[in-house]
């Protein structure tokens, strides 16, 4: 394994041809393995308690997670042609300075991820030191894992696909055997001939949650597959990221639907002991998947950091921006402890407002820009462009008028009775007034 290097320009530049040797099975294991976590099953829960049991559930989630799959599928696509991090690509929409914004508010993303990520990690390594006799606070069992997941991402691209392949072969047989004995063993499992009359805010909810779980890799997809040579088949990229992604995301939710009626508290804590019961002699196999996942969704999401907030103008060393990121996102997972529902169900949401319409963007701009203005994507590139400002105005608006989380409640969607379809509004409209840009553009240069 090599260390990726440290300077800004690592990030700022493209990857050299003769440095895109990455084979391409390593982008399936790059999405697949970060989503083996503990938060996709409190997400099945989650849905469960939102009301949608039976097929009603399994549909939100199939259907959720198609939605947020296919544009990180997308963007992956991007990464071997382009030889960027997906942050910094998304210059060729945004501009140079266009870019900071989307760019830092990733980075802000990824620390809240890192907190998301840890507390149920750390309640399980918790529980774990105690059945060898070892007691430990949280605040110190979360320490071990943040210092672990940072170490990993400090070595950079090829430490972080290396540890998401073979790890992710350790989740995938850990978690296999723990869902299934939990299923087996839950004492009310939802099962799947049940029936459900969720009303459509319910549903809205549901559907945002489970997306927005997948749909925010879509601002890292390209960062791990960069480095696969960019004579790659584009559909071989999309394929192997929609399916790693889809994939590990489905199944994990879809242990949480099947028991979430059993658990009833869609919090990690009772997933945890729940977990723990029902495997009775194989508790600490149970345990370690829960509590070892987040190093494989962090040691991503760390190093993707540390990509952003170069992207974003602040040109410190990679290495430090890793410190940075671990460091706040365990401050914030001490202070959130005890609070992880309510957080995660505001955070979901909330970070899908703004993902969607850069998502909308980035992916418009891509696969939509005419022929006679493609060249600009080499050329040079204007600080900010009204793409920019499209961004930032429909972001605006989705949250001002569509959001609906118990921190705020938008005017249209308490009309529509708690029904939150500001993703698929900010998806759609900045996707669609992009395309706009690009005809007027393009009309232009013909004339």
């Given at each position: 394994m090599k260390v990726e290097a440290t300077s800004s320009a690592a990030v700022l530049q493209s990857v050299s041809p003769d440095l895109q040797t990455m084979k391409a099975d390593r982008v399936f294991w790059?999405?697949?393995?970060?989503?083996?976590?503990?938060?996709?099953?409190?997400?099945?829960?989650?849905?469960?308690?939102?009301?949608?049991?039976?097929?009603?559930?399994?549909?939100?989630?199939?259907?959720?997670?198609?939605?947020?799959?296919?544009?990180?599928?997308?963007?992956?696509?991007?990464?071997?042609?382009?030889?960027?991090?997906?942050?910094?690509?998304?210059?060729?929409?945004?501009?140079?300075?266009?870019?900071?914004?989307?760019?830092?508010?990733?980075?802000?993303?990824?620390?809240?991820?890192?907190?998301?990520?840890?507390?149920?990690?750390?309640?399980?390594?918790?529980?774990?030191?105690?059945?060898?006799?070892?007691?430990?606070?949280?605040?110190?069992?979360?320490?071990?894992?943040?210092?672990?997941?940072?170490?990993?991402?400090?070595?950079?691209?090829?430490?972080?696909?290396?540890?998401?392949?073979?790890?992710?072969?350790?989740?995938?047989?850990?978690?296999?055997?723990?869902?299934?004995?939990?299923?087996?063993?839950?004492?009310?499992?939802?099962?799947?001939?049940?029936?459900?009359?969720?009303?459509?805010?319910?549903?809205?909810?549901?559907?945002?949650?489970?997306?927005?779980?997948?749909?925010?890799?879509?601002?890292?997809?390209?960062?791990?597959t960069r480095y696969v040579p960019s004579a790659t088949p584009a559909k071989r990229i999309f394929w192997l990221t929609f399916l790693g992604t889809f994939l590990s995301s489905f199944i994990m939710e879809m242990f949480g639907l099947l028991t979430g009626a059993a658990i009833q508290d869609p919090s990690p804590d009772a997933l945890i002991h729940a977990l723990q019961a029902w495997s009775g002699p194989l508790a600490p196999l149970a345990l370690a998947a829960v509590a070892f996942s987040s190093v494989a969704i962090n040691a991503a999401n760390d190093n993707t950091a540390a990509y952003a907030l170069i992207s974003a103008g602040i040109h410190v060393n990679r290495m430090l921006s890793a410190v940075v990121t671990a460091g706040l996102g365990y401050v914030l997972a001490v202070m959130g402890e005890g609070r992880f529902v309510s957080l995660y169900e505001n955070y979901l949401l909330l970070a899908l407002y703004w993902i969607a319409p850069w998502c909308g963007i980035v992916l418009a701009d891509w696969y939509c820009r005419p022929a006679n203005i493609k060249a600009e994507r080499s050329n040079a590139l204007p600080g900010w462009t009204s793409s920019a400002t499209v961004f930032v105005a429909v972001t605006t608006l989705t949250i001002s008028l569509f959001s609906s989380t118990p921190l705020y409640t938008g005017p249209i969607a308490t009309m529509l009775k708690g029904a939150d379809i500001g993703y698929l509004v900010g998806f759609f409209l900045a996707g669609g007034l992009q395309i706009c840009i690009l005809r007027r553009r393009a009309a232009a240069r013909q004339n």
């Open positions: 790059s999405h697949f393995a970060p989503n083996l976590a503990p938060s996709a099953w409190v997400i099945g829960i989650l849905v469960v308690s939102l009301g949608l049991t039976g097929w009603t559930g399994i549909m939100v989630l199939l259907l959720g997670n198609i939605m947020g799959s296919l544009p990180v599928a997308l963007c992956a696509v991007m990464g071997p042609k382009t030889g960027l991090p997906q942050m910094e690509a998304s210059r060729f929409s945004f501009g140079k300075t266009g870019k900071r914004l989307p760019s830092f508010i990733n980075w802000a993303n990824c620390v809240g991820w890192d907190a998301v990520n840890n507390v149920p990690s750390a309640l399980a390594f918790i529980l774990l030191l105690r059945m060898v006799g070892i007691p430990a606070p949280f605040w110190l069992a979360l320490g071990v894992l943040a210092f672990i997941q940072l170490l990993a991402s400090m070595g950079g691209h090829d430490f972080v696909q290396t540890i998401e392949k073979y790890l992710g072969w350790v989740l995938m047989g850990a978690f296999a055997i723990v869902g299934v004995i939990a299923v087996t063993h839950s004492a009310t499992p939802s099962g799947t001939g049940a029936t459900s009359s969720a009303a459509f805010a319910d549903i809205m909810v549901g559907l945002g949650a489970v997306s927005s779980f997948n749909m925010a890799w879509a601002a890292y997809a390209s960062d791990y």
